[in-house]
Every structure is written in C-alpha cells, then in structure tokens.
C-alpha cells in the first residue's frame, strides 16, 4: 500500500518530546523522516530515565519509531555542508530547539528559503515569535502553568496542578504536524514553502478554551453554575480550579466504587447528561426523583449536586468499576472506569486497535508503545523501532553522494 506521506523528506531535527512527537507522526504515515543528532550523545533522551542499560531509554524509543537517525555536528563546517546539501533535497525541516539556536548554527529561515524555497521550515518554541517571553527556554510543566491549564487545574484549595498528559508537549507537536500538513498542501498549490511556527504556550490553551469562555462568563454574571463553588462557595474574579467537575453543561465527578478504600483506582467518572436524568434514576434505583421538582431539572439538582453524587456513591459501593460501568452503558450514561497505566497496557481492545503495540528493538528487546491515535480506512501504520545513534549515517551520506573514504574522513574529524 503506497503511504499518503511517501516521498516526503522531512529533516528532523527535533529532540525531547515536542517536536518527535510530531515528527513521528508524520514518519507512520509515510513521510521519510531522518533524525539529524549529535555524534556521540544524540536526543538527550536516549540516555534519560534508562531502565537498561547501555540501551536507549523508553523516553527516545516511544517517540522515535520509524525514523533514521543521521549523526552529523552542525557546528562543524563540514556537517554545515551536509546539511545543506540535505536541506537542498528535503521537503520539511523541523526543529524545536531553544530560541535563536538554529540561527546561531547559520541556519536561520532566510538562508534555509535560500536554499531551497521549497522548503517547509516548522519550528516549536515555548513561546510565540514577539511575545515578552520570547526568549525562555521552556519544559511541558512551564507551558502548562504559562497557558492556563495549571491554574484550572487541581482542587480549589491546593495549588495549581501540572496534568499528567502532555498538553505542551506532544500537544504541540500535534498542533505543528496540523501546521506542515496544511503548509504542504499550500505548497501545491504556490509552488512556496513557508515557516510554519507553534509555541507551548498557544497550544496549552487552546486546550484551555473552554477556561477562558468561563472567565467570560464569569465577569458577565460573577458566577459559574456548574463549578463545585456554586451555589455555596465564593468566586473571586478568576476562573478557578474545578475539582474533578464537568467542563461543559453536563455535572460530572469521579465517584468511588467498590474496593476504593485500598485501591486508589476504583473510581468511575459519572456524568449527569441533562436528558438522560430519567435513565439515570431508573439506573440507580432512584425512580421516585424523576418527577420530583428538587431533582427534575439541571437548575434544581445543581445546589444539591453532590448529595446526587453521594447516593449514587452509595449505589456503587457493591459493585466494581467495571460492573459498574456495565450497567450504566445499557442505561446510555456516559461514563467510564478510571482505567490505571497497567490496565491499558493489557487492554485487549486498545491492542486489537493497534493503539497499544508491541515493537521489537535490536538492544532492547520489545517494549510497548502507543500507536496511532488516528485510524485510516485505507492505511493502517505500521510502527517500527527507533534508530540507534547514527544507524542510517552511511546509508544517507551515500545517498547525498559521498563515498565510503569521505565518510570515513568525516568519521575521523568527528563531523558525523
Ligand atoms: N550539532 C551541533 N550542535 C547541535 C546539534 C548538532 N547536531 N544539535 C543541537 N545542537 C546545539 C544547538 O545548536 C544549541 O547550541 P547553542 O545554544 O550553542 O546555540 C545547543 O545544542 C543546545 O540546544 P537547545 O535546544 O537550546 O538545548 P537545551 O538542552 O539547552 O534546551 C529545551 C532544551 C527543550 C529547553 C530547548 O530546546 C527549548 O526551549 N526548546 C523549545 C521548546 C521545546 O521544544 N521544549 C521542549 C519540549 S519537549
């Protein structure tokens, strides 16, 4: 089957997670991805959290797969040379490094369009080109705290809280995989390639749309009816952390069920959707409240919210997350079991679906990986393993030209 990102050269010159997020996406659906590192060292990430060693760290091999790995120094004349030369035959080159990094190495958007204006220059930064903090150096937990999500997140009397999923991270790659995607398809069109740049900061919160829909609101009416805080607690003039509530119109809270007392993960998250009220009733033996007007409508349940939450508590106290969430499916209530690492990792749905895989690698053996999150009719990815540290250096130095003597020449001077 031909893949829909064949013949697409893209230089990646990305490491941590952001940006080799987004670049292997693009390399399961085809794309010809070649990992530019450093000789010697490579992505800090082959070495970070190792669990075996001498082998690449789960860090590099999950957000890796399906590349090559070229070992060139770009500090060095002779590694300028070869990336020019590869930039002049690529389609794509992506890069988040620190700001001004990659002008510092010579290759700033000016001299890389030089080369070939063809060429799609997409760049992650931690924040956006012209912002006050345009010159930081950012991690996923900065960008969570510099784009809203930590200060919605958590409960209202902690402090702000990092989420565990990796909304500056490979959230922002996704956002730039979206970007180049949409600069290619421009590119067909004008013959142009064109600067496709996304910072941490932007794609925290445009996740945390809907936080600010809610500060607007809030200095509308000065409350929010769906926040734990209403109607009893105070709203300063700032959205604040929600708890485990519902971010939309629909009341939601994760509601312990059997065995919660020595499991820290038998939980369901329940969600009260306004039509389903009557189902929900029938659900939990609860009949009787259909008609009664203190619980008939959102408005009259939502003072008494968590009373609801503490009988449907008491309702789940006999069964376990799962029987749990058995019975409330033929019942149509939205709802689900808060599923532990170790449970989807096993979860025989998620590997039938390939979104849990099993890849084999040359030093580790197989370990684990989340697959493509997005499902084709027409393709189905494939993931492979990560490179070794320069893995494919001959093979794309051959490529560009250069004979085994002058590999082995650049191998002596250590530009490779
Ligand atoms: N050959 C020679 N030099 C190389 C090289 C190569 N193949 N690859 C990288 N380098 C150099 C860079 O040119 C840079 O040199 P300089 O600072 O002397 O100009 C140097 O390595 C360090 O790069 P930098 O990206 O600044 O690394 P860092 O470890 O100090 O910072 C980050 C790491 C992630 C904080 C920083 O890259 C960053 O803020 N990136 C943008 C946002 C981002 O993506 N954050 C991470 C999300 S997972």
Redesign the pocket.
Known sequence: MTKPLEGIKIID???????PACTQLLAWFGADVIK????GSGD?TRNQLRDIPDADALYFTMLNSNKKSL??????PE?KEILEKLVRESDVLVE???????D??GFSWERLNELNPKMIVAS???FSDGHHYDD?????NV?QCAGGAASTTGFWDGPPTISAAAL??SN?GMHLAIGILTALIGRDKTGKGQKVAVS?QDSVLNLCRVKLRDQQRLERVGYLEEYPQYPHGEFSDVVPRGGNAGGGGQPGWVLKCKGWETDPNAYIYFTIQGHAWEPICRAIGKPEWIDDPAYKTAEARQPHIFDIFGTIETWLADKTKFEAVDILRKFDIPCAPVLTMKELANDPSLRASGTIVEVPHKKRGTYLTVGSPIKFSDLKPEVTASPLLGEHTDEVLASLGYSQQEIFNLREVKAV
């Open positions: 010159f990305t490491h941590v997670q952001a940006g530019v590192e450093r000789p800090v070992t060139l120094d770009t500090k060095k590694g988040n490094f620190g700001p001004g990094a990659l510092r190495m992650v930064k931690g930081l150096k950012v991690y996923e960008a500056g991270d922002t941490m």
